[in-house]
């Protein structure tokens, strides 16, 4: 038998989610925003628009600490309804400063929204206009966006130990341990939302430990290496992706247009960016 390590769930558990930037405002903490604000702003490299960048981050965060999460379900509600999938400025500048952008609300419509029916849309619109009217524990909306995505995470996690499952091979993911995930919450947000934080954390936790001659870059960010990744498996498995949705049963059900899908599928192997994809 033998077992296997591997580092999954480390970006959700020691998160940096941009609502939290709405948290340290209701904590009148504005000071800590500079830094995020100012690392997003050369995230997609210099323009012209960058020194605008901090204050509208500031603005995005500031508008969802004054939204209720009532007033932010049900305009997520109603967006779907109007088939509104993306910002204007998603659409026109996809990158990390709209990302982070787009991620500053309490609820919204996710990449493949738009591949759903209308049938279907209207009644996911009813259950989010059911679920605000509902009472809930108030919460900050950068703490609850951030253990949804980990929940949402651990869920898939889940599926792919299924899906790798070896007679004698064990798969196990250190970050998704309950007493993990319980010491990481410890973290104060101001720490988490700064540049490099992530990596600084993991860096002192392993000197703790008596490990501290590391490789230069580790704990650097992979998002650019995640989607060259993600891209390059799409373009050689697009055949078999295309089979998949030849006699799709979510679109026989109703649930998924299937036109839609084949259409993003095909256009994957030519596109330069996968967000461009998206919208």
């Known amino acids: ?7 999954h769930g ?28 100012t690392a997003l702003a ?5 323009s012209a628009q960058s020194f605008f960048v901090p204050f509208t981050v500031y603005r995005a965060a500031r508008r969802l600490a004054r939204t209720s ?11 779907l309804l109007e088939r509104r999938f993306a910002d204007d400025q998603a659409v026109r500048d996809p990158g990390a400063v709209s990302a982070s952008l787009a991620a500053l609300t309490w609820c919204r419509p996710g990449p493949a929204a738009r591949w759903l029916t209308g049938e279907t849309l209207a009644e996911v619109s009813v259950r989010l206009e059911e679920a605000a009217m509902r009472p809930v524990l108030m919460r900050r909306p950068g703490e609850r966006r951030a253990d949804a995505a980990l ?17 004698s091979q064990r798969l196990h993911a250190p970050f998704l341990d309950n007493q993990v995930v319980r010491a990481c919450r410890a973290l104060p947000e101001a720490l988490r939302v700064q540049p490099g934080a992530r990596a600084a954390v993991l860096r002192t936790v392993l000197a703790g430990a008596g490990i501290r001659e590391l490789p230069p870059g580790w704990g650097a960010t992979s998002h650019a290496a995640h989607t060259a990744a993600v891209r390059t498996g799409m373009r050689t498995w697009t055949g078999e992706l295309m089979t998949l949705f030849d ?15 084949r259409n993003v599928t095909a256009r994957t192997g030519a596109s330069t960016s996968l967000r461009q994809l998206l919208y």
């Open 69 to 79: 999460y009532r007033d932010g379900v049900q305009d997520a509600a109603v967006r």
């Open 1 to 7: 038998s033998a077992d296997h390590f591997i580092g």
């Open 247 to 261: 006699a799709p049963l979510l679109a026989d059900a109703g649930l998924i247009e299937a036109r839609v899908v």
């Open 10 to 37: 480390a970006r959700q558990v020691l998160d940096a989610h941009p609502a939290r930037l709405a948290d340290l405002l209701l904590d009148r903490r504005r000071r800590h925003l500079l830094r995020p604000a």
């Open 151 to 167: 929940a949402r995470y651990a869920a898939d996690h889940r599926v792919f130990e299924q899906a790798a499952e070896i007679r």
């Open 42 to 46: 050369k995230a997609d490299g210099p």
